[in-house]
Nanobody, 124 residues
Framework: QVQLVESGGGLVQDGGSLRLTCAASGRTFSNYAMGWFRQAPGKEREFVAAISRFGRWTTYADSVKGRFTISRDNAKNTVYLQMNSLKPDDTAVYYC?????????????????WGQGTQVTVSS
């Protein structure tokens, strides 16, 4: 089992940047592909980005491609989401997930562990 804790959310103006951090503890971090998802008020949770176990492969939702970057540091048991050129539509609670299967996935139900989320609010 792995425990996940997100941090780094906050209030930022339109066009600003934030970096989210997801710290993992428990089993060997490099055993897991990792993903970021988000949920806006009144909407379902949606995929944002995913990264393979050793960081070689990444994939992004079209809505964030070119603005967000996912990365990981297995020595620090941490995955990051660098978010640039933020827009009000990016406002949501952001969650990181850990996936025991090594393949990347945009599907929420393929992730085995979740953090509690961190709020990101982008003001216009």
């Amino acid at each position: 089992q792995v425990q996940l804790v997100e941090s780094g959310g906050g209030l930022v103006q339109d066009g600003g940047s934030l970096r989210l951090t997801c710290a993992a503890s428990g089993r060997t971090f490099s055993n897991y592909a990792m993903g970021w998802f988000r949920q806006a008020p009144g909407k379902e949770r949606e995929f944002v980005a995913a990264i393979s176990r050793f960081g070689r492969w990444t994939t992004y939702a079209d809505s964030v491609k070119g603005r967000f970057t996912i990365s990981r540091d297995n020595a620090k048991n941490t995955v990051y989401l660098q978010m640039n050129s933020l827009k009000p539509d990016d406002t949501a609670v952001y969650y990181c997930g850990a996936k025991e299967s090594p393949t990347l996935s945009p599907y929420e139900n393929e992730y085995d562990y979740w953090g509690q989320g961190t709020q990101v609010t982008v003001s216009s």
